[in-house]
């Protein structure tokens, strides 16, 4: 316990050296892997940043683990993630795999119960999601969806002699 405020200047300079370059060596991976790295759309990516934030930590405070080491790391995770996004371009299988499908929660004014309860949404959930956005009657709701990210989406319908798209509703189960 002794040892919680107490560090040698040569641990904090490579501490501070490491944080600098996984720093940059995760600006570069990024840009080479593409935005998506980060994003919340499916357990994939969700697993992705878990895992980069652990070995950006481990690599920036473990004396264990060398830059090198901890940088060789993280390249192999973002080449997971190319990879893995040229599979799920390429073969519907593997995207239905690792991707989260949408659902509704609601559709025409309906609550899907059996939805509700697979996706864990409660009653006081749905109701707080339509209060956000701004529905004041159950009526006026065309869908709810339960995102692939975990976000809830509100399709309200205002006016009925406008049809929304099929298209927007595609990948919905």
Do not use: C
């Amino acid at each position: 316990m002794e040892n919680w405020f107490t560090a040698s200047p040569d641990s904090l300079f490579v501490i501070i050296i490491s944080a600098i370059g996984v720093y940059l060596a995760v600006i570069f991976l990024t840009q080479l892997a593409g935005k998506r790295s980060f994003t919340k759309m499916s357990s994939f990516d969700f697993a992705m940043t878990i895992s980069i934030g652990a070995m950006i930590a481990t690599t920036v405070l473990s004396p264990s683990v060398s830059f090198l080491q901890g940088v060789t790391g993280l390249t192999a995770i973002f080449l997971l993630e190319i990879f893995s996004n040229f599979l799920r371009k390429r073969f519907k299988i593997y995207r239905k795999t690792v991707d989260n499908q949408p659902m509704y929660l609601m559709k025409d004014s309906k609550v899907l119960w059996e939805n509700m309860q697979s996706a864990r949404i409660t009653e006081g959930d749905l109701r707080a999601v339509l209060r956000r956005n701004n529905v004041h009657n159950i009526s006026q709701v065309k869908a709810v969806i339960f995102e692939n990210t975990g976000d809830i989406s509100v399709i309200r319908d205002l006016n009925s002699k406008e049809v929304p798209d099929d298209w927007i509703f595609e990948d919905v189960k």
